[in-house]
């Protein structure tokens, strides 16, 4: 008998605890225990006062890691500019033919930030885009992250890409690592720090490298300069006027792209320059305190292959203008001319831009050029001139 009540007492326990587990009271009060032991303290009862922690995933964790390393040597760009104010009209009743005369006001100094940087030798030199510096005699400065201002005491602008180079007089400023930008992949984690809205100093974005190649025209709200690049970076973290030659950044803190520009018909499309086209330019920099780019002197349209067929001409860069003074007039080429080669290598296809063709000789080298003119195939040679001069 009491065998049996046992078993009963038994399979009434287990049914009670199964719908308890169902109905999640079972769990509650597990848990509930759980939290009234870790409270408690074991003698005597007396309440233990545990330790407040913030919980940070991986992700948090390599963008905060990122931010303290390379924020450092991310600098705030700004022009000093002359600004009129106090201009009044003034109504004189006794001269009926002009009764409105102008009262100038007085002329004032007024800095505003208009784009970012970064510093990549700790004796002032600083990378940012040309478009932010593109003012001719403009007064510059540099802000670092803690709030330091220098003078700008010289601009180094790029001919070719939308890179410029800023000198401040400086020393044992911190530096930012560069990285491979030929290694990124699409996919991939990239953070952006800059002066987001020319206001809002050491901002910091985050997203993933959402396309490569690109081509894009950057310009900047500041400076109202436009110019037309291609093979750039594009991302989804944000990047907004005012963080244009701001560092775009790796998981590892190292320096990928320089954030260049933002597409004016989508949200959280940003751009930036490769950094390894940064570093080739810096390469010649350092060697010749300039950026020397070989030259031609020619303005010119690509002829496609439809178009060649439907015109009955050679593909090739057709030439629209050539330049006063230049290699291209020294050398006899004129408007009309189609260069269909340099040296060996045909101007069609993927080869079609003149210009990274030429970008990629030395300067003061002479090329052969094959030119199709009035029907008939010239062959021309151009010693290759300075854009910086």
């Known amino acids: 008998m009491k065998l049996r009540q046992l078993i009963i007492i038994f399979i009434v326990a287990v049914l009670v605890i199964a719908g308890l587990q169902r109905s999640g009271q079972f ?6 225990l759980r939290a009234r032991l870790s409270v408690i303290g074991p003698k005597n009862g007396n309440i233990i006062e545990m330790p407040k922690t913030v919980t940070v995933n991986d992700e948090e964790s390599v963008v905060i890691s990122v931010v303290e390393k390379a924020s450092p040597a991310v600098v705030t760009v700004g022009i000093t500019q002359a600004r009129s104010v106090g201009n009044v009209f003034e109504i004189d009743p006794f001269d009926p033919f002009s009764p409105f005369r102008r ?24 990378v940012t885009n040309k478009h932010v510096v593109s003012t001719p005699n403009a007064k510059y400065r540099v802000i670092t992250k803690d709030d330091k201002s220098y003078d700008v005491t010289q601009v180094y602008r790029d001919p070719v890409n939308d890179l410029a180079i800023l000198k401040i007089s400086a020393s044992g400023l911190p530096t930012v690592e560069l990285g491979d930008s030929d290694r990124i992949r699409v996919g991939q984690l ?9 206001e809002f100093r050491s901002t910091v974005t985050t997203g993933v490298i959402s396309g490569m190649g690109r ?21 989804d973290a944000a990047i907004n006027p005012g963080n244009s030659g701001g560092p775009l950044l790796n998981s590892s803190g190292q320096v990928i792209g320089v954030n260049t520009a933002i597409s004016a018909n989508a949200e959280n499309v940003g751009f930036a320059l490769p950094i390894n086209v940064v570093k080739e330019a810096l390469d010649t920099f350092n060697r010749t305190g ?25 593909e090739g860069a057709y030439i629209i203008e050539v330049v006063s003074g230049s290699p291209a007039e020294t050398a ?16 069609t296809g993927n080869d079609a831009e003149l210009a990274r063709i030429i970008a990629e000789r030395k300067v003061g080298e002479t ?11 010239l062959t021309i040679d151009v010693k290759l001139g300075n854009q910086s001069e």
């Open 27 to 32: 769990d509650r009060a597990v848990s509930s």
């Open 103 to 126: 009262r100038n006001g007085s002329t004032e100094q007024q800095e505003q930030d208009i784009g970012s940087g970064f510093i990549i030798q700790s004796d002032g030199l600083i």
């Open 190 to 198: 990239a953070i952006a720090i800059g002066t987001a809205l020319g």
């Open 215 to 235: 081509g894009i025209t950057a310009g900047s709200p500041f400076e109202g300069y436009a110019e037309r690049l291609d093979n750039v970076i594009q991302t």
């Open 290 to 314: 300039q950026f020397n780019r070989a030259y031609l002197g020619v303005r010119y349209k690509v002829v496609g292959k439809d178009a060649a067929i439907l015109n009955e001409i050679p």
């Open 332 to 347: 006899g080429l004129s408007a009309g001319d189609i260069i269909t080669k340099i040296g060996d290598t045909r101007i």
């Open 367 to 377: 090329v052969k050029l094959t030119v199709w003119r009035d029907g008939k195939e």
